[in-house]
């Protein structure tokens, strides 16, 4: 066992998250990530009401008796189509006692959610969102890198410069994400001082999530230099898989298209379709540089034990250098 102060925290028993994803993070995914001992996260704005969302975590309950979290992404344009206020009533009224803000500052929602004794764990992706999430409150931060799927942020910066520095700058503990795939990825986050790491892309290729079989054997099939950033142009990167409909946007973007005409091309329910329909080629999938990691699709309890056992060895190793 690895105990760090991410499992006393949040009451799991390995220092291992799963992001939450839009539309895939469910509650059978979910569940079978808790069960396995790791953070399982629910996606809020995959549910479209907050009764919806109660139906989720209820749910989520009942297939699995460990804690789990919720992620609430604040992204501009959620906030405008989303029922967050009511997002936050249900999971205070639920007991939820773990919740993963991103997207942006959580200064409107973080006081009641701790009041209610909720710990709030701060997504971000730069040393300065770090500090301001300590300031508002954060119970921890998780930073993510330039390796991350989705969203990696302007500053091009990678999870092993970026885990140290804001380790060394905020006193809150810190989950270490973009790039993590594997026991040797938890060792070296643990080394940088990280008190565990997020998975996103690596979750994403499990038997138990709710995406196509094709897209499984996809992205168990593509390397590290698969991945590229679009919306670049627009000041807010996503990394995608490469694929002829990525190709076509950045096209677009050295054109000088704006936000109207990449959309149709980038919206969120053209990626989730790509990835349940297996065509993956028809959309840009967010997707991260850990696909060069990545070669098999365990189940959520095969791959959080192998990457415990990966991790004990890797420590182990170190631990013996300079004994012989
Ligand atoms: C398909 C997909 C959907 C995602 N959706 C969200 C989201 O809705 N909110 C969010 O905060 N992050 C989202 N992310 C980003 C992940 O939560 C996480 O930060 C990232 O995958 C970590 O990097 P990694 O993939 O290298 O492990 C998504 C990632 C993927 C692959």
């Known amino acids: 066992m690895i105990s760090t102060k991410m499992t006393a925290l949040f009451g ?4 291992v998250m799963q992001s939450g994803f ?3 993070s469910r509650a059978p995914f979910v569940a079978a990530v808790a069960n396995a001992g790791a953070l399982g996260t629910l996606s809020a704005h ?3 009401t907050g009764t919806a969302l109660r139906e989720e975590i209820r749910e989520t309950r009942r297939l699995a008796d460990r804690p789990f979290a919720v992620n609430l992404t604040l992204l501009p344009e959620n906030i405008a189509s989303y029922p967050y206020g009511d997002y936050i009533d249900v999971i205070v009224d639920e007991g939820i006692t773990v919740v993963e803000t991103s997207g942006a500052k959580p200064a409107a929602y973080i006081e009641r959610l701790k009041k ?3 710990k709030v764990i701060h997504k971000c992706t730069s040393v300065r969102h770090a500090l301001s999430a300590e300031r508002y409150g954060a ?4 930073v993510t890198g330039f390796e991350s799927a989705g969203h ?7 999870s092993l410069v970026l885990v140290p520095r804001v380790v060394d700058e905020v006193k809150i503990p810190v989950i270490a994400s973009g790039g993590f795939a594997d026991g040797r990825g938890l060792a070296a986050a643990l080394s940088l001082g990280a008190v565990g790491v997020n998975m996103g892309t690596r979750f994403l290729v499990t038997q138990e999530s709710p995406i196509h079989v094709e897209s499984k054997k996809s992205l168990a099939g593509a390397g590290e230099r698969d991945t590229t950033l679009i919306a670049r142009s627009l000041g807010d990167s996503v990394r995608v898989l490469k694929t002829p409909v990525t190709a076509q946007v950045l096209e677009l973007e050295r054109s000088g298209a704006g936000k109207e005409a990449l959309a149709p091309l980038i919206a969120a329910d053209l990626w989730y379709r790509a990835l349940t329909s297996g065509r993956i080629d028809e959309a840009p999938v967010p997707s991260g540089i850990a ?11 095969e791959l959080v034990s192998r990457l415990m ?9 170190l631990a013996g250098l300079g004994k012989a």
């Open 12 to 15: 799991i028993d390995h220092p």
């Open 22 to 24: 839009r539309y895939i």
């Open 46 to 48: 995959t549910q479209p």
């Open 291 to 301: 696909l060069g990691l990545i070669r098999d699709v365990p189940t959520c309890a």
């Open 152 to 158: 990696p942020g302007e500053d091009d910066v990678p």
């Open 116 to 118: 209610a004794g909720v």
């Open 309 to 317: 056992a990966e991790a004990e060895v890797t420590i182990g190793r």
């Open 139 to 142: 119970d921890a931060v998780c």
